[in-house]
C-alpha cells in the first residue's frame, strides 16, 4: 500500500545532504516544546514568523523607495519574499533543509524600523547614548522579547538554529564557527535580490536607462546574452529579462562553484562543515562585477538627491516622535512603558518607533508633533 504521509525525518534523510542542517539534529528552543505530529521545527519557526506582526508590518515598511513614488516598486515584505524565493531556490538545489532556509529568510530584515536604513540611522543616533540600534539586533528582541503568541512566555520560542543564525548576521566579524549554510544562503540571496531589484526599480522609476546601466560589464554582459536568446528586444521587456538572467545568471555561478566545492570537501555533517571554516561564496571575479554594479547604484540612486531629501525629512520626522514620547512616555502603549520600566524609557521609545510601518510614523508624527 502506498505511504500517504511521511515524517519530517524521513524525508530529509532522503532528501537532505549530510552537510545540511537536518531537523533532527536541532538543539532545540529555549523553552522546551513537545514535536509536531507532522511540522518539522523549522517549519514551526517559519510559520511563527510568518504570523508574527512583525512581519505584517514589512509590507508597509520601504525597502529604498518610498510610497511617494507609486506602487511598482519593492517594499520590505516584497523584498523579503524575493529573498526567500531565491534561497530556497539555491537551498533546494544544494540540498539543504529548505525549511529553515525559509524561516530565516522571512525572519532576515523582520527587525527593520520605518524608512529603511536612513530610520536605522536615525534611531541610531537617537539611541547613540542607550546602547544604539541595529536591525539585526532588534530582529532578536522581536523574536525573544516583543511578540507574544498565545503562550504566557513572551516571544517566539524560536529554535536555537534560527537565533543563532540572526545572531552571526549581528557580529560579522568572523570569527567562531562559519554560520550554518542555510544561513550563508539566506545573506547571499540577499545581495542577489537586492541588486536586480534595486536595478529593476532604479529604472522603472526613470532613475537610471539601461544604456547607463551598460557601463557596468555585469549588466552589459547580461544585455548581450539577452539579445543573443530573444533577439532586439528593448524597452520593459529588456528591462524584465535583464533583471531575469542577473538573477539566474548569478545564482547559477553560485550553484556552480558550491556544488563542486562541497562535492569535494566530504563534510560529513553539518558541524564539520562550521567548523572547517569554508564558505559558500560567488568566485572573486563575480564579486568584483558585483561591486562595480552596487557601486553605481550607490551613486545613482541610493544618493540621488530626491532620494536624500526624502530620507533627511523622514529622519527629522522620526527623531522628533522620539523626543516627543521621551517627554511624554504616557503616549507610549502599556507594552512598552513597562519595558521603560526595566530598559530605560530611550531604549523602550526607540523599540516602539522600530516596529512602526513608514505611513504610522507619518502618523503619529502629524498627530502628536505637527
Ligand atoms: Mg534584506
Known amino acids: 500500500m502506498e505511504r500517504t504521509t511521511w515524517t519530517t525525518a524521513e524525508r530529509e534523510a532522503l532528501l537532505l545532504a549530510r552537510y545540511a542542517t537536518h531537523s533532527s539534529d536541532t538543539r532545540g ?5 513537545t514535536e509536531h505530529p507532522y511540522r518539522g521545527p523549522f517549519q514551526r519557526d517559519r510559520d511563527r514568523i510568518l504570523h508574527s506582526a512583525a512581519f505584517r508590518r514589512l509590507s508597509g515598511k520601504m ?3 518610498t510610497g511617494e513614488r507609486g506602487d511598482y516598486h519593492r517594499t520590505r515584505l516584497t523584498h523579503t519574499q524575493e529573498v526567500a524565493s531565491i534561497a530556497r531556490t539555491i537551498g533546494r538545489a544544494l540540498r539543504l533543509n529548505e525549511d529553515l532556509v525559509e524561516a530565516l529568510a522571512l525572519f532576515h530584515d523582520i527587525g527593520h524600523p520605518p524608512f529603511g ?3 536605522e540611522d ?3 543616533e537617537c539611541l547613540a547614548e542607550h546602547g544604539g540600534f541595529s536591525h539585526n539586533r532588534h530582529g532578536l528582541t522581536i523574536a525573544e522579547e516583543l511578540e507574544w503568541r498565545y503562550t504566557d512566555q513572551p516571544g517566539l520560542n524560536l529554535s536555537l538554529e534560527v537565533l543563532e543564525s540572526q545572531t552571526t548576521r ?7 564557527p562559519a554560520p550554518l549554510l542555510e544561513a550563508q544562503v539566506v545573506d547571499l540571496a540577499d545581495s542577489i535580490t537586492y541588486d536586480a531589484h534595486d536595478t529593476d526599480d532604479a529604472v522603472k522609476l526613470g532613475m537610471v536607462t539601461l544604456d547607463e546601466l551598460a557601463t557596468i560589464p555585469l549588466v552589459r554582459d547580461t544585455i548581450d546574452a539577452v539579445r543573443r536568446r530573444y533577439g532586439a528586444v528593448t524597452g520593459h521587456r529588456l528591462r524584465k529579462a535583464v533583471v531575469h538572467d542577473l538573477i539566474d545568471r548569478q545564482v547559477g555561478w553560485l550553484l556552480e562553484a558550491g556544488a563542486r566545492e ?3 570537501a566530504r563534510f560529513h555533517n553539518a558541524e564539520e562543515l562550521r567548523a572547517s ?8 571575479e563575480v564579486t568584483e562585477a558585483k561591486r562595480e554594479l552596487e557601486g553605481f547604484l550607490y551613486r545613482r540612486v541610493y544618493r540621488h538627491p530626491d532620494l536624500v531629501e526624502v530620507r533627511r525629512r523622514a529622519q527629522r520626522r522620526l527623531a522628533e516622535l522620539f523626543q516627543t514620547y521621551l517627554q511624554r512616555p504616557e503616549l507610549l502603549p502599556e507594552l512598552y512603558q513597562r519595558r521603560a520600566a526595566i530598559h530605560g524609557l530611550e531604549r523602550a521609545a526607540g523599540e516602539y518607533i522600530a516596529g512602526m510601518t513608514d505611513r ?3 502618523e503619529q508624527h502629524a498627530r502628536l508633533v505637527e
Open 117 to 119: 536604513h536612513a530610520g
Open 262 to 264: 562541497l562535492a569535494e
Open 122 to 124: 536615525a534611531l541610531r
Open 63 to 65: 525597502q529604498v523607495f
Open 29 to 33: 528552543r529555549r523553552i522546551p516544546e
Open 360 to 362: 504610522f510614523c507619518d
Open 277 to 284: 571554516g569554508w564558505r559558500l561564496a560567488p568566485a572573486p
Open 170 to 176: 549581528v557580529d560579522k566579524r568572523g570569527d567562531g
